[in-house]
């Protein structure tokens, strides 16, 4: 399960982000190379997207 909090989300932003921690998880990535695409803030360095089956939006707070 991964919850995401923010003050603001990008079209398919969450979906980036958890590709790119399946990355780590299958050993693919370290966890060094997952904060390198973040803070290069292209998409073209994450991971492909995670399929929208199983994402929810649950909640939301203004």
Same mark, same amino acid.
């Given at each position: 399960?991964?919850?995401?909090?923010?003050?603001?989300?990008? /079209? /398919?932003?969450?979906?980036?982000?958890?590709?790119? +921690?399946? +990355?780590?998880?299958?050993?693919?990535?370290?966890?060094?190379?997952?904060?390198?695409?973040?803070?290069?803030?292209?998409?073209?360095?994450?991971?492909?997207?995670?399929?929208?089956?199983?994402?929810?939006?649950? /909640?939301?707070?203004?």
């Amino acid at each position: 399960m991964i919850t995401a909090r923010a003050r603001s989300f990008l /079209h /398919h932003q969450v979906r980036s982000m958890v590709g790119s +921690l399946k +990355l780590v998880g299958q050993g693919k990535w370290t966890p060094q190379d997952f904060r390198a695409a973040l803070d290069a803030a292209q998409r073209s360095r994450c991971g492909a997207l995670a399929p929208p089956d199983g994402l929810y939006l649950t /909640h939301v707070v203004y």
